[in-house]
C-alpha cells in the first residue's frame, strides 16, 4: 500500500540552526501539506501547497518556514533559524484531490527537538 | 473560528467492552468531521469522515460515528475493542471548502487491558 515518508523520524538540534525536515508524498498525489504538534498540544496546520506554489499557510508559519519540491518526489519543511517553541512532531501530509474527496495521507512525523 | 474538544485525554477499557470517544466542535455551520487514529510509531490513519447525509457513518475497522447537530457532538464508538486498538485518536473538522485544513482535537489515548 502507497505511504507518505517522512525523514528523519528524530532530529535534535541547537538553536538558531537550520533544519530540513523531507517528506515523500505518494506518488500520483499532487496535495502536499505539514501540519505539527508540539507535546500535549493539538495537531495544527502549517501550510498547503499545490502546483509548486503555496495554497495557504497558517499564522504559525512565518518567515522562518518554507517548503519546497525541489524534485518530482520530494516535498521539504525547512525552517531557517530553529527556536525552542519550534520543538514539535511534523507530520507531512499528501492527497490526490482537494476538498470532499481528497482524503488526506499523513506520514509517521517527524519529531524535531530544539536545544 | 472553528474548534474541537475532545474531553476525556486518558480511556482504559477491556478487550472486549465497548468504546465511546467523545469529540464536540464549535462551528457556525455544519462543518466536515473525521476520526483519525495514530498507532504508535504510524502516521495518522483516517478511521472515518462525515460530509452530510447519513448521520451514523461507519468506518475502517469496526469504528463507527454518530453526527448529532443538537449536541454538535461526533462521538466515536465501537461495540467490541480488541487490544490492537490501543493507540491516540484524533476527533478533527474542516471548514466547508477548507481544502483539507483539518482543525484537529487533542487526542484521545486509548489503553486497553486484556
Known amino acids: 500500500e502507497p505511504e507518505v515518508t517522512q525523514t528523519p523520524s528524530h532530529q535534535v538540534t541547537q538553536m538558531g540552526q537550520e533544519v530540513i525536515l523531507r517528506c515523500v508524498p505518494i506518488?500520483?498525489?499532487?496535495?502536499f501539506y505539514w501540519y505539527r504538534q508540539i507535546l500535549g498540544q493539538k495537531v495544527e496546520f502549517l501550510v498547503s501547497?499545490?502546483?509548486?506554489?503555496?495554497?495557504?499557510k497558517s499564522e504559525i508559519f512565518d518567515d522562518q518556514f518554507s517548503v519546497e519540491r525541489p524534485d518530482g518526489s520530494n516535498f521539504t519543511l525547512k525552517i531557517r533559524s530553529t527556536k525552542l517553541e519550534d520543538s514539535a512532531m511534523y507530520f507531512c501530509?499528501?492527497?490526490?484531490?482537494?476538498?470532499?474527496?481528497?482524503?488526506?495521507?499523513f506520514g509517521e512525523g517527524s519529531r524535531l527537538t530544539v536545544l | 473560528a472553528q474548534s474541537v474538544t475532545q474531553p476525556d485525554i486518558h480511556i482504559t477499557v477491556s478487550e472486549g467492552a465497548s468504546l465511546e470517544l467523545r469529540c464536540n466542535y464549535s462551528?457556525?455551520?455544519?462543518?466536515?468531521l473525521f476520526w483519525y487514529v495514530q498507532s504508535p510509531g504510524q502516521g495518522l490513519q483516517l478511521l472515518l469522515k462525515?460530509?452530510?447525509?447519513?448521520?451514523l457513518v461507519q468506518g475502517i475497522k469496526g469504528f463507527e460515528a454518530e453526527f448529532k447537530r443538537s449536541q454538535s457532538s461526533f462521538n466515536l464508538r465501537k461495540p467490541s475493542v480488541h487490544w490492537s486498538d490501543a493507540a491516540e485518536y484524533f476527533c478533527?473538522?474542516?471548514?466547508?471548502?477548507?481544502?483539507?485544513?483539518?482543525?484537529f482535537g487533542t487526542g484521545t489515548q486509548l489503553k486497553v487491558e486484556l
Open positions: 462551528y457556525g455551520a455544519t462543518p466536515y
Open positions: 501530509a499528501s492527497s490526490r484531490l482537494a476538498g470532499l474527496t481528497g482524503e488526506l495521507f
Open positions: 462525515y460530509f452530510s447525509g447519513d448521520t
Open positions: 501547497f499545490y502546483n509548486n506554489e503555496i495554497s495557504e
Open positions: 506518488s500520483n498525489h499532487l496535495y
Open positions: 478533527a473538522v474542516e471548514v466547508t471548502g477548507g481544502g483539507n485544513k483539518l482543525t
